[in-house]
């Protein structure tokens, strides 16, 4: 069965610090990957996405993400994080014929100043 | 540039009741739509996707129903709502470029449901 396990529930990180968050995938063949952030009550935001070509990925605010296909893995990166950047993040696959996607359970991450 | 409006924003409703959550994109055409909801500490749930007018897709089972009555609006209906309706409903729309596909959200209607 196609799945997404996002294997953090929450993440908290000092002002300044790296950032990774872990996701995981289970998918009968190379997906289109996504990750997306929700700050509270509002829609979901388009951080990066993945279709093919160079594994590592750059994003909108300084996230970046790997695809990682031994691993079954497309973590996303920040070098270095902003308070701002608290909020709830999920990780999707989508299909290649079709386009629904499917979400992880998200990350909630909070930032200590 | 394309924009995806939800309305209401916050809706608060008598178990029982009707319910109307409405969906429009703006700057495309015949954009796929999908309606999720996200229950509370939950992730998203797809609830209904369209390709064209008219045509819908139920992925889940349940009290809700959805329609396309034009090409850029997408409604979330229910004749009667339970408790458990109860959550935060998110309207995506999608562009096919080439052959991929990336859904953008709308801003959400937070549904409470007494």
């Known amino acids: 069965a196609q799945s997404v396990t996002q294997p953090d529930i929450h993440i908290t990180v000092s002002e300044g610090a790296s950032l990774e968050l872990r996701c995981n995938y289970s998918?009968?063949?190379?997906?289109?990957l996504f990750w997306y952030v929700q700050s509270p009550g509002q829609g979901l935001q388009l951080l990066l996405k993945y279709f093919s070509g160079d594994t590592l990925v750059q994003g909108i605010k300084g996230f970046e993400a790997e695809f990682k296909r031994s691993q079954s893995s497309f973590n996303l990166r920040k070098p270095s994080v902003h308070w701002s950047d608290a909020a709830e993040y999920f990780c999707a696959v989508g299909a290649r014929v079709g386009g629904k996607l499917i979400f992880g359970q998200g990350t909630e991450l909070s930032v200590k100043p | 540039s394309q924009t995806i409006h939800q309305w209401p924003a916050t809706l608060v409703q008598p178990v029982g009741s009707p319910l109307s959550l409405e969906c429009t994109v703006e700057g495309t055409s015949n954009p796929n739509l999908y309606w999720y909801r996200q229950a509370a500490g939950r992730g998203l749930q797809l609830l209904f996707y369209?390709?064209?007018?008219?045509?819908i897709s139920s992925e889940v089972p349940q009290n809700l129903s959805a329609s396309r009555p034009q090409d850029r609006q997408f409604i979330l209906s229910s004749k009667k709502l339970l408790l458990s309706d109860s959550g935060f409903y998110l309207c995506?729309?999608?562009?096919?470029?080439?052959?991929?596909?990336?859904?953008?959200f709308g801003p959400g209607t937070r549904l409470l449901v007494l």
């Open positions: 998918y009968g063949a190379t997906p289109y």
């Open positions: 995506a729309w999608s562009l096919k470029v080439g052959g991929r596909e990336t859904q953008y």
């Open positions: 369209s390709v064209g007018i008219g045509q």
